[in-house]
């Protein structure tokens, strides 16, 4: 099966959300792919393999040559990825298609084959399948289906197959992830989750992603709080505590409401549904399993009437976006010296390092991670730091959200680089939380802008998208070219 299985190996330019105006040094790295349609020529690979590429080539077993690869279609929600080879050359020999298999059983063997660090040849490992969880693929996403196995999933691994069997060239899933405080404890990506993307980018060209139900809910296992909703002892749910203000689901349901079943499937009193025998799952499976624009059935209990509902389902709208290039792009506003970003997870991963932001980060602007849109480009404007100037001396704000300008409430990053540019006042009052205040004097921002700028190695005063959607920039001071006299 060595024929159908390559090394991926890629460049990549990662966004800066700290510094938004650049780029992180280039970096490369190398993951395991597989052929999963020779007719179509894709190649499927983790999507945190090719993520923010430059270039990527794959190279054989036992053959030297790396081949130009492109990236056709990516999927950092469900970490998956198709690239192809466009150079004939490279399909001319016999390689075979790896066919999908569903969900092992538990203690069923997985064999993980790829190309982790250590080595240039191909490593296989053996383990069992351990559990099916819902696990997250990416930070702070939504969770999806997940095989738990116990073989050594490594660096280098990531994209490979994990075989049901090797001889028959079944594939149980790709390989993507491992436990850092465990051992050989690996997560696998399942078909289900395969199939759903494959189905996405054969129906549209992209992937979505992936439903939300719209809704967050608690467990229904205390005894008073089944007696005060009216839940009979041979009835169980889930309570509906907050809806998205922009779900489709919060025009049918309301706070309170006890969900019990979705798709005609009981939901437990700890939120899990059956998945196989003797084996649950939590019920946001089942939502997931679903195409963006589905609808869902649910049966709840109001007031202690049931109620069988539908709704459509969408993609989850956060008010702090989760992941680069899915629900978020660097962006930036900087006047006099004030440095404004909107609020996102992988901003607060870059201002305070990795997973440490969850410590690090103030109360405040973590309280709001878990929080909903409520308007349509709706954005949490922060002031994350002082480029030092004069003009903005004995101001020692970091990381603190700005509310309004000149007394207007701000909703995006967008509006407050708009209030700017049209502001006529003398003075600009930015507005932060707790009541604390920035007032800068407008003409003299207005002038102290390009030299800030120039000192700190700025281009403009924001970022593309701001220049785009306001039609206006500041560009940084031009420095004198002049030769200048050297004393000696």
């Not at 894709?42 to 090719?50: F, L, S």
């Not at 569903?102 to 040849?121: H, K």
């Not at 505590?241 to 009193?269: C, G, Q, S, T």
């Not at 403009?460 to 206006?472: G, M, Y």
Request: contains cysteine.
């Amino acid at each position: 099966m060595g024929n159908c299985q390559f090394l991926a190996c890629s460049f990549t330019a990662d966004p800066n959300y700290a510094q938004p105006w650049q780029m992180r040094p280039q970096r490369s790295s190398s993951g395991s792919a597989f052929i999963v349609d020779t007719k179509r020529r894709h190649i499927m690979t983790n999507a945190h393999v090719v993520s923010n590429e430059t270039t990527v080539h794959v190279r054989r077993p036992g053959n030297p040559k790396k081949w130009r690869a492109k990236v056709l279609c990516e999927g950092k929600i469900a970490d998956l990825a198709l690239v192809t080879v466009e150079d004939d050359q490279f399909w001319t020999d016999e390689l075979l298609d790896l066919r999908f298999v569903d969900v092992p059983e538990l203690q069923d063997s997985i064999l993980v084959a790829g190309y982790p660090l250590g080595g240039d040849s191909l490593s296989i490992t053996k383990g069992i399948v351990s559990r099916v969880v819902m696990t997250r693929y990416a930070h702070a996403s939504n969770k999806l289906l997940g095989i738990q196995i116990d073989a050594a999933i490594n660096p280098g691994n990531s994209g490979g197959p994990a075989f049901a069997d090797l001889q028959q060239g079944k594939v149980a899933g790709v390989a993507f992830s491992k436990l850092s405080n465990a051992d050989n404890v690996g997560y696998i990506i399942p078909y289900q989750i395969i199939k759903h993307f494959l189905q996405e980018y054969e129906q549209h060209g992209i992937f979505r992603g992936c439903c939300s139900v719209g809704f967050r809910w608690q467990d229904m296992e205390n005894t008073h709080l089944r007696e005060h909703l009216q839940v009979a002892a041979n009835q169980s749910g889930s309570l509906v505590y907050k809806i998205d203000p922009l779900a489709p689901a919060h025009d049918v349901l309301k706070e309170n409401d006890v969900v019990m079943e979705i798709d005609r499937v009981p939901i437990a009193d700890d939120g899990t549904v059956e998945f196989r025998n003797e084996e649950r799952v939590e019920f946001s499976h089942i939502v997931r399993a679903k195409h963006i624009g589905d609808s869902l059935d649910v049966k709840v209990l109001r007031d202690g009437q049931l109620l069988d509902l539908k709704f459509q389902l969408k993609q989850r709208r956060p008010l702090v976006p989760i992941l680069h290039g899915v629900d978020c792009v660097p962006s930036y506003f900087i006047v006099g010296g004030l440095v404004f970003v909107p609020l996102s997870i992988p901003f607060l991963e870059h201002a305070y390092g990795g997973l440490n932001w969850r410590k690090l980060a103030p109360v405040p602007i973590l309280a709001l991670v878990t929080e909903y849109c409520e308007l349509a480009e709706q954005q949490v404007v922060v002031l994350f730091q002082i480029l030092a100037a004069e003009i903005n001396f004995g101001y020692k704000f970091q990381t603190v959200k700005c509310e309004q300008f000149n007394g207007r409430e701000l909703h995006n990053l967008k509006q407050l680089a708009e209030a700017v540019d049209t502001c006529k006042e003398k003075y600009m009052r930015f507005g932060l939380e707790g009541g604390k205040s920035v007032i800068l004097d407008r003409v003299q921002a207005t002038t102290a802008g390009p030299v800030i700028l120039k000192q700190h190695a700025i281009t403009f005063d924001r970022s593309a998208d701001l220049q785009k959607a306001t039609n206006n920039s500041c560009v940084a001071e031009q420095p004198d070219t002049k030769m200048t006299e050297q004393r000696l």
